[in-house]
Nanobody, 118 residues
Framework: VQLQACGGGLVQPGGSLRLSCAASGVFSINAMGWYRQVPGKQRELVAVLTSVGLTDYANSVKGRFTISRDNAKNTVYLQMNSLKPEDTAVYYC??????????????WGQGTLVTVSS
C-alpha cells in the first residue's frame, strides 16, 4: 500500500488549502485521515473518515476543516479553511487498510508541509 499526498504550501492566515492523498495497492480501506506534527511535539489527529462515513475531528479544527473521500479513486481530501498560524505543521495522510484479504494495518504518507504565515 502506498500513499501519495499533495496540496501543502504557504498560505496567509484566513486562507484555504486542500490536501489530497491517493492510496494505491490497497484491497480495502477501513479508515482514511490526516494527522499533523510540529517539531518537538507528538503527531496528533486532525481528522478521520471511516468506511461507513463516520468522522472525527480535532477540537482545534472543528468548523474549519472538512474531510471527504472519493471511494472510486481511494483518495481522501482535507479542505482547510480559515487557516491559523497554529495550523502550521507537516500533515501526514493515514490509511487503515489491507493490500489483500489479510489483516488491516496502518499506512502513512510521506507528509506535506503546511505553513500559515503572513
Amino acid at each position: 500500500v502506498q500513499l501519495q499526498a499533495c496540496g501543502g504550501g504557504l498560505v496567509q492566515p484566513g486562507g484555504s488549502l486542500r490536501l489530497s492523498c491517493a492510496a494505491s495497492g490497497v484491497f480495502s480501506i477501513n479508515a482514511m485521515g490526516w494527522y499533523r506534527q510540529v517539531p518537538g511535539k507528538q503527531r496528533e489527529l486532525v481528522a478521520v473518515l471511516t468506511s461507513v462515513g463516520l468522522t472525527d475531528y480535532a477540537n482545534s479544527v472543528k468548523g474549519r476543516f472538512t474531510i471527504s473521500r472519493d471511494n472510486a479513486k481511494n483518495t481522501v481530501y482535507l479542505q482547510m479553511n480559515s487557516l491559523k498560524p497554529e495550523d502550521t505543521a507537516v500533515y501526514y495522510c493515514y490509511v487503515r487498510g489491507r493490500p489483500n484479504l489479510g489483516e488491516f494495518d496502518d499506512y502513512w504518507g510521506q507528509g506535506t508541509l503546511v505553513t500559515v504565515s503572513s
